[in-house]
């Protein structure tokens, strides 16, 4: 059975930093995206990671601030995230599929499992 869980959200100051993790079961060959979405907005991609290549995917949006990355020992990955600003405010999922989704396709409809979320805020 697959199984997402993300971890390691929080508030932090303008400029700050903060690591999601997202730890996958039953997962061995998929890409892992990673999904924010702000209060009445739509879900938006920002992140993919292949758990066997290792070759990631960003956002033009977060690009430059935000990396993926994993640990396979851990089927683990983490999205880092750096200079966090209070537009990067949003609920924050990890999610897979399973069927072929490629890299670079952060289309949300593509991914049916999720994980429960982990909260950011950004805030002064």
């Known amino acids: 059975q697959v199984q997402l869980v993300e971890s390691g959200g929080g508030s932090v100051p303008p400029g700050g930093s903060l690591r999601l993790s997202c730890a996958a079961s039953g997962l061995s060959y998929q890409h892992i995206g990673w999904f924010r979405q702000a209060a009445g907005k739509e879900r938006e991609g920002v992140a993919q990671i292949g758990l066997l290549s290792g070759l990631t995917y960003i956002a033009g949006s977060v690009q430059g601030r935000f990396t993926a990355s994993r640990d396979n020992a851990k089927n683990t990955v983490y999205l880092q995230m750096n200079s966090l600003k209070p537009e990067d405010t949003a609920m924050y999922y990890c999610?897979?599929?399973?069927?072929?989704?490629?890299?670079?396709?952060?289309?949300?409809?593509?991914?049916?499992?999720w994980g429960q979320g982990t909260q950011v805020t950004v805030s002064s």
């Open positions: 999610a897979a599929s399973e069927r072929v989704v490629l890299l670079g396709q952060l289309d949300p409809s593509k991914y049916n499992i």
